[in-house]
């Protein structure tokens, strides 16, 4: 087992080398509770909410296990539940929202998970962080195509796809920090995502609702 030294807050090896992006993981779970009670309201919608809500719980506690051990094996906790949230997210919208076909969804999340393979092939570019730049590509289409439709969702859609570009910055920026900066900004990174998490949660179950006919969660008039 060997350990993973990728961000400049870890020193040395095992536990609790880098306590700060460790602990910083609790914003994740924070997301997951407030998703989980605005998918209450969601009508039709609950149940995605809920599972978008558990998912983030589990990138929290995947990430959490992660930067506490800085193990080889434990990266895999940290990535396959961000992958999971990723395909829950695009497939619930592509389908529920869009109105897309079950071959057609299935094509994109393809679609999707190669380009990430084909980015995360560089990690020498932005720090590693050029394999969620299809992530970003694909909140800005759903931000765009809301606002087109005039569906509530739009909102949160589009402030959750500018916070993950600052948040893509201070990921990318960490380690050419380390020398002025020596704690790093991977703490930050965890800190907005879970906020971009929970807003673009709330503007999927927002859209959903209304594209289905419920109206909207989040003070908007019905579309």
């Known amino acids: 087992m060997s350990d993973v030294d990728l961000y400049c807050e870890r020193l040395a090896a095992g536990l609790w080398a880098e306590p700060v992006n460790t602990l910083s993981n609790l914003a994740f779970l924070a997301a997951a509770v407030w998703l989980w009670r605005r998918a209450d309201a969601a009508g039709a919608w609950r149940a995605r909410g809920r599972v978008l809500a558990g998912l983030a719980a589990l990138i929290g506690a995947g990430s959490f296990v992660f930067h506490l051990t800085g193990a080889g094996w434990a990266e895999w906790l940290d990535v396959l539940p961000i992958l999971l949230f990723q395909l829950t997210f695009i497939a619930a919208y592509a389908r529920g929202v869009a109105g897309w076909p079950r071959v057609a969804v299935a094509a994109a999340l393809l679609v999707f998970v190669a380009a990430g393979v084909v980015a995360s092939g560089f990690p020498a570019w932005l720090n590693g962080s050029l394999g969620y730049l299809p992530a970003l590509a694909v909140l800005v289409a759903m931000f765009a195509a809301e606002r087109d439709a005039g569906r509530a969702g739009a909102r949160d859609l589009g402030a959750a796809a500018a916070l993950f570009v600052v948040s893509l910055a201070l ?30 949660g709330a503007g999927l179950l927002a859209s959903g609702r209304a594209a289905s006919g419920g109206g909207s969660i989040l003070g908007y008039g019905k579309t």
């Open 171 to 200: 990921r990318s920026v960490d380690n050419a920090w380390c020398a002025a900066w020596p704690l790093g900004t991977h703490f930050a990174w965890h800190g907005l995502n879970a906020v971009v998490l929970a807003r673009a």
